[in-house]
């Protein structure tokens, strides 16, 4: 039996090589998606060439409704969760004093709330399983600042990130569950490629 890895913002970006790295390893795969895309159905294709199955499930990461659904879709059509992913994430660019409340929240809910709201359902089932492996992707902005461009929200969920990991992994360490966090750097994708364009950053860079 396969091995099966979650990976959530799979459709894009970082999530989606992450998923086709998996595949690639003999993974069967679960992609998480927040929204109907065009690259949903190619992504699916590009994994099932490995002779893996791939099952999308919908929802929103910072809903913990729609965590709990989609874990248990996993559930039923693998029966276990092997690997966790947590790469779903978005960013609002903006200087402390320009920055809506709105705005923060957003953020702070999808890219940390997101982690919670995952890992709450599927560590019992890992707990289960005697085993487990949790990779949370933050950002090297959840480590330093940025004087050329300041994300404020961004760089707190990274941060909050970096620290809720370190609580977890010691909490699940003797559950034979590990969890690691990754901090990128630079290198374009949708999500980062308006702020990589940006005047202010060329200039910082």
Known sequence: MNKVALVTGATRGIGKQIALTFAENGYDVAINYRKENEELENIKKEIEVNNVKCLAVQGDVSSFEDCER???EIIEEYGKIDVLVNNAGITRDGLLMRMSEE?????????????????????????????????????????VGNT???????????????????????????????????????????????VLDTKEFQEYM
């Open 103 to 143: 705005d923060f929240d957003s953020v702070i809910d999808v890219n940390l709330k997101g982690v919670f709201c995952t890992m709450k359902n599927i560590v019992p089932i890992m707990m289960k399983q005697k085993s487990g492996r949790i990779i949370n992707i933050s950002s090297m902005y959840g480590l």
């Open 70 to 72: 989609f874990v248990k």
């Open 148 to 194: 050329a461009i300041s994300t404020v929200a961004y760089h707190s969920s990274k941060g909050g990130v970096v620290n809720f990991t370190r609580a977890v992994a010691a909490e699940l360490a003797k559950y034979n569950i590990t969890c690691n966090a990754i901090c990128p750097g630079y290198f374009e994708t949708e999500l980062t490629k308006p």
